[in-house]
């Protein structure tokens, strides 16, 4: 994924026109799915309810009197009162009737149920500590379990063919190849790419788009909407910085006039400014930055979380450090760990950990290739990495394969001289030869046990693009990114996709 784009037009089809032939997202379809991802939530609030048995009957809620009044009394389940609030308040949201990545619905859901859980959790705390333990592991199961049952209905509606949208990709081809494969993997976004319009002369692979109808872009715009419009395409994602600016404009009128939903893409070859304020984010690496770096409150609760973190993680793991410690001295008798200088923050040097996937004499090997192989070491050079880097051990390829390696960092983290989630670290040749004027903002963070890079491809992605990310990662920081990039990073760690 290495396209830097951003969706900013809405979902759904436009209103009606006048044009002869409309096709809009159809109203049965889209009341059913708003009604699914509604049921959805509903069976998760009954789930929680069954499953921990809190709030069962009816409470008496009373209204505090004020200037002499008599109270109030209201007969209520407060759970039931809450969940409708719930429901109430997404709806009104358009929660239930826009289309978003799966970790960007998840973070609103979140926040709307960790405000209604507080006053269940502070009336459940007057009852007893097993009231409230019942109302805080309620809560703490719709947190996972509506997103879940939001995920299994979106898969049950398109089993029943309502949820996917057939939809146009219009651009250049290197655009379209890297957008499409996050387009069909996201079932949350339900876009089904059927047709392929690439700019003249940026051909696609035949690769990867099987069962796509490909239109040539050198018809007019009215053409191309008209062939979009008879085959009932109803979203079109429009790279506009490979169309020229008039052709796009009519292009876009075409479609709408005929009810087909527009997205446009920024493709610009850098970062565009921070106050930009897109609609959808694509992914990790289709990037719009919108908010500035840590401030000093930021910094020091990331902190915290690191040190918390790291202890727990550090005691939990120690028996697994000491197999993977023992593997490696059982397999040379040399040391299990290895350091490496690496730049932190405000450019201080640190002795960065890992467990020594590599022979002992891996150093002077490497300062031989110099003259024995000079290929492999101008190849390592360019990115101070090797696909197949005759210097691994056996043990090392599957410490590396698992992302086992990194673990020692985890006392970097402690220490204060690493974090959790942030920037690559980097050594100084890397930070002078690549970072150009993003290394000041480099410089301003800890680089990251793990981060954005790990995440998006890891050493399948190229430099340009990972200082990117590091770029996009600083500008953007928040904690729900950093939870977000900690769960993923198990799932990329699990599929051992991108490692060497």
Known sequence: MNSHAKVSASIWASRESYHRKHVGYPRFQRLTCTLGLIAADILSFCAAQWLFGHDRGVQEVTIAPAAGLHPVIIHANIYWLLAAGFLAFRWATG????????????????????ILSIPDLAIALTAGRGAALQALSCWIFLLVGIPAARQCAR?????GKLWKIPTAMIGGGTAISDLYPILK??????FEIRW????????????????VLRISLTDRP????????????REAIIAAGAIQPAEASRLVHSL???????AVLSTLPALPPRSANPNCFFGPDILVPCRSAQNGPAR??????????SSCLLVMLSPLFLVIAAAIKLQDAGPATYSHRRVGKNGILFSCLKFRTMVIDAESKFADWQTSNPELHEQFLQSFKLKDDPRITPIGKWLRRTSLDELPQLWNVFRGQMSLVGPRPVI?????QYYGAVANLYLRVRPGLTGMWQISGRNETGYDQRVLLDEWYILNWSFWNDMVILIQTVCVVLSGDGAL
Request: aromatic content about 6%; some cysteine; hydrophobic content about 45%.
């Open 428 to 432: 100084i040749q890397e930070l002078e």
């Open 222 to 233: 009215e053409r191309i909407a008209s062939i979009l419009v008879a085959a009932e395409c």
């Open 300 to 309: 020091i609760a990331k902190r915290l979380f690191d040190i918390l973190a």
């Open 196 to 211: 392929v319009v690439p700019d003249i002369g940026d051909g696609l692979p035949e690769k990867g788009f099987s069962g």
């Open 155 to 159: 898969a049950m509606l398109s089993i």
């Open 256 to 262: 709408q006039e005929s009810g087909v939903s527009v």
């Open 95 to 114: 929660d239930y009737s826009s289309r978003r990545l799966f970790w960007d619905g998840v973070k609103g859901t979140t926040a709307g149920l960790a």
């Open 185 to 190: 993997q996201s079932l949350a976004l339900g």
